[in-house]
């Protein structure tokens, strides 16, 4: 039940970007021993950093360092040293589709542009990865909001949580520095100040035990002088779904397993069937009232889940 809003034109205004130094600006991945680093990253106004604000249908341009990490490179701040490294290659996923589509080689910065990019209600995640000359994997990200939206997202979106105790993608308007969140609209109770990074911010946060209806999340950004607000909600159903009935036959070689099961809250999403005995590791399907499976069996087990995760318990059935 996401409710990533889109922020005014005045807003997003880019003369109230805040300023940074190149070194202050870039978000460096490092690999684990910090020797080498990979860095994506581009410009808004004159400052390199690891977001932009997109222009609909038009690409952005991009740089991509890899290089070892050097003596006076601190890996805790991003600060980085001289590009001289030169690595195998670097894949890019340019139009943030989540594929590696892209394979730049031959030198330690590239320069290069993403795919051009359509409004949408959550910031574009472009991706790169490189193996190290030590055979370590690093990978990063860059962030594209495509007309200034921002905002956060309970469960990525979900509508429905088994449990308070959920994850906030927070994604950070160009301008903003830090963040508050609370369970409350007037930003007092259950609340946390966080400082921020450009793009996106995760964090696990426990909501508020419901009344009635869904639970909501309130965040205020600010920075630049100004503040935004945002809010996402999502409904809690910590109740496990109910299989009442059970039956299987065989006939021509197959079985066919008809399932009676209800839920009284986000009702029921998909169903395991396992031949034999129990076995959670079975592919999940779609829920549905009849099975058919394609070979026929001695006997088989079935369990329900709801749209919140729950999961009913075993119910077994012999032809």
């Known amino acids: 039940m996401a409710s990533i809003l889109a922020l005014s034109g005045a807003a997003m205004a880019t003369a109230d970007t805040p300023s940074a130094t190149a070194d202050e600006a870039k978000t460096i991945f490092v690999d684990e021993g910090c020797n080498y680093f990979l860095s994506l990253w581009g410009r808004n106004d004159v400052s390199p950093r690891n977001w932009v604000e997109g222009v609909p249908g038009r690409p952005v341009k991009l740089w991509v360092d890899t290089a070892k990490v050097v003596e006076d490179m601190k ?41 051009p990019f359509k409004p949408r209600s959550l910031p574009y995640r472009v991706q790169a990865r490189t193996t190290a000359p030590n055979g370590s994997k690093i990978a990063a990200e860059y962030f594209v909001f495509v007309d200034s939206f921002a905002g956060v997202s309970i ?14 993608n927070v994604y950070t308007p160009p301008g903003a520095d830090s963040v508050k969140i609370s369970n409350s609209s007037s930003m007092k109770s259950s609340s946390e100040v966080m400082t921020l990074r450009p793009g996106r911010t995760t964090k696990t946060w426990r909501m508020p035990v419901p009344r009635s209806g869904p639970s909501t999340v309130y965040v205020r950004f600010y920075g630049s002088g100004r503040s935004w607000n ?21 006939r021509n070689g197959k079985t066919e397993v008809k399932i009676k099961a209800s ?6 999403s998909a169903l395991q069937v396992s031949r034999g005995r129990a076995n959670a590791g079975v592919k999940v399907t779609s829920y549905r009232k009849v099975m058919r499976l394609t070979k026929s069996t001695k006997s088989v087990h079935v369990r329900v889940r709801d749209k919140a995760g729950n999961w009913s318990g075993w119910r077994s059935a012999k032809p």
């Open 230 to 250: 945002f809010k996402d909600a999502i409904k809690l159903d910590s109740v496990r779904p109910t299989l009442s009935s059970l039956k299987a036959k065989n």
């Open 155 to 168: 469960n990525a979106g979900a509508a429905w949580t088994n449990t308070r105790l959920v994850n906030l």
């Open 263 to 268: 839920d009284s809250k986000s009702g029921l």
């Open 75 to 115: 890996c805790t701040n991003g600060e980085i040293g001289g590009m001289a490294t030169v690595f195998d290659s670097v894949e890019l996923d340019a139009d943030a589709n989540g594929t590696f589509e892209t394979v730049l080689s031959g030198k330690a910065n590239y320069a290069t542009a993403t795919a």
